[in-house]
């Protein structure tokens, strides 16, 4: 289990999206290059407050950030689901460019 704090999130611009939470990195070795699913497994919690989404942001080395939000509502079948097997699954597509190093960057940009 992996804890990202602390949160400093406010407001979230392309160029800054990585420098507003925590940041949690993944290095992985491809043989070769298209696409793939990635997959994020988190607590099944609700936002902070109405203020607040579940957001995280997924990239693979520098290509275009992905944010996600994966928040639920009251009990909605999403979150039963969540709920009874402990965990929210959050999928995300993206691209690999080429066969080699590669950095998976996953970031918090909610507070908990």
Known sequence: M?????IKKNNITDSHIHDTGAVIEYDFYSFSKG????NVYCLPLHALNN?????IVVAIDEDQPQVIDYRTFDRSEIWK????????IIQSGSLVSSPGRHTLKITAIDPE
């Open 2 to 6: 992996i804890a990202l704090t602390p």
């Open 35 to 38: 696409k793939v699913q990635i």
């Open 51 to 55: 203020g607040h989404k579940m957001q």
């Open 81 to 88: 689901q969540n709920v009874l097997r402990n965990m929210a």
